[in-house]
């Protein structure tokens, strides 16, 4: 089923489907849990600044929070949040702004799980998302995902692809906005479109388009795994730099498969 972000004044509208529900403010959550369906809520969504920190540390229910940090600088506000995990699962958004590596180690070393707001990373960025990459990948304290990077790392551990579309909520077939006036629109960073939010087979479109342009994407062996994610809005956008970190998560894949065969075949010729 699609999955539906809603502002907390329409759930009401909206709960006989799966549910994200946005909040402004956590002073919103007491009257929000009267109206939504318990199994059908999947998180809320709450911003976490220095004005929302103390009424969020003071959360105690069992429904996953999603807590989006705007400002990387704000990362000290995360040690106000690791009481939370005793009560409810929690994920931290962090944006790609200068800085953001900073906010991820300590969220990593919290105990938090991750997710990156992805953006087409200007090139100054993509040491700092190598350097996350390498955290997730080979820290061995980091025992919670860090999204995309995950996520990316199953798909292509199990050779099944799963595209950055899908893995950072942004893919028209399975999830769906819903603004403040009510209106529906395409997730994430599409919601610009014009395209009618009903369009389930929008990425279709989008990637049929990038391959038959014959530019970077049609040569890259990560395109099932990406979907044009870059691209878009600007096809012009050089992947070179993001290349390097699908490269990196497909050779830790592969040597992970290695390493599992070897153990494998290794307790078959001890039992006998």
């Known amino acids: 089923m699609i999955a539906y972000s809603v502002p907390s004044a329409l759930v009401a509208s909206w709960n006989d489907r799966p ?12 009257g ?11 998180h ?24 989006v940090l705007s400002e990387p600088r704000d990362y000290p506000l995360l040690y106000r949040c690791t009481a939370l995990l005793d009560h409810c699962p929690v994920r931290v958004a962090i944006p790609l702004i200068a800085g953001f590596a900073r906010a991820v180690r300590l969220a990593a070393s ?16 993509i040491d700092e998302l190598v350097d996350v990459l390498d955290l997730y990948l080979h820290r061995s304290t980091v025992a919670q995902p860090i999204e995309p990077f995950h996520s990316s790392l199953l798909a292509f551990f199990h050779q099944e692809p799963l595209t950055l579309w899908s893995i950072q909520e942004e893919d ?26 009903g369009s389930g087979d929008f990425l279709d479109v989008w990637r049929g388009g990038l391959l038959a342009e014959q530019g970077e994407c049609a040569s890259c062996p ?11 809005p600007d096809r012009s956008f050089s992947c070179i730099g993001v290349r390097t970190l699908f490269d990196r998560l ?23």
């Open 19 to 30: 549910l994200i529900v946005r909040l402004q403010h956590p002073g919103q959550i007491g």
């Open 32 to 42: 929000l849990m009267s109206l939504v369906h318990p199994g059908g809520l999947l």
């Open 44 to 67: 809320i969504e709450l911003p976490l600044s220095p004005s929302t920190v103390e009424e969020i540390a003071e959360w105690r229910q069992p429904v996953p929070l999603h807590l």
């Open 110 to 125: 919290l105990d938090l799980p991750v997710k990156l707001d992805l953006v087409p990373p200007p090139p100054q960025l």
């Open 172 to 197: 028209p077939a399975l999830f769906r906005v819903v603004a403040e006036n009510g209106d529906e629109r395409l997730p994430g960073r599409l919601a610009s479109e014009r395209s009618s939010p």
């Open 222 to 232: 990560h395109f099932d795994y990406c979907g044009g994610y870059f691209k878009w």
């Open 250 to 272: 497909s050779l830790a894949a592969a040597e992970l498969r290695h390493d599992l065969a070897a153990f494998s075949s290794e307790g078959v010729e001890d039992s006998r």
